[in-house]
C-alpha cells in the first residue's frame, strides 16, 4: 500500500508559477512510477506527467511540455512538479499517482494508488 497527499495547489495568476509537491508513505517508495493527473470542472481527468522509478527519463503531456517539470526525491519519498508559466486552461484539480506496473504509464488505469488531489486555480 501507499499513500499520497498532495499540497500546494492555490489561487495565481496567468505566467506565474506554482510547485506542487506530493508525499508518499508505505512501502517501497522508489519503485513506483509517480504521475501527475489533472481534472477541470466537467472533463475528464487527463494526464500531465510522469517520472521513472529512477527520476529518468519523463514524459510529459504536449500542452505541458517545456512548461512543467516532474522530479522525485527517493530519499524523501516525495514527488514534485515545478509548474511555469501558468495558463488559465491549467485550472484543475492536480492528483500525484503511484504506478507499479509500468515504467512510464500514461493512462489512469496504469496507476494502482492515487492521492486526493489538490486544486489550482489560474486567474486572469
Known amino acids: 500500500q501507499v499513500q499520497l497527499v498532495e499540497s500546494g495547489g492555490g489561487l495565481v495568476q496567468a505566467g506565474d508559477s506554482l510547485r506542487l509537491s506530493c508525499a508518499a508513505s508505505?512501502?517501497?517508495?522508489?519503485?513506483?512510477?509517480m504521475g501527475w493527473f489533472r481534472q477541470a470542472p466537467g472533463k475528464e481527468r487527463e494526464f500531465v506527467a510522469v517520472?521513472?522509478?529512477?527520476?529518468?527519463?519523463?514524459y510529459y503531456a504536449d500542452s505541458v511540455k517545456g512548461r512543467f517539470t516532474i522530479s522525485r526525491d527517493n530519499g524523501k519519498n516525495t514527488v514534485s512538479l515545478q509548474m511555469n508559466s501558468l495558463k488559465l486552461e491549467d485550472t484543475a484539480i492536480y492528483y500525484c499517482?503511484?504506478?507499479?506496473?509500468?515504467?512510464?504509464?500514461?493512462?489512469?488505469?496504469?496507476?494502482?494508488?492515487w492521492g486526493q488531489g489538490t486544486q489550482v486555480t489560474v486567474s486572469s
Open positions: 499517482a503511484a504506478s507499479g506496473g509500468k515504467a512510464l504509464p500514461k493512462v489512469r488505469y496504469e496507476y494502482d494508488y
Open positions: 508505505g512501502r517501497r517508495f522508489s519503485a513506483y512510477a
Open positions: 517520472i521513472t522509478w529512477s527520476g529518468s527519463p519523463t
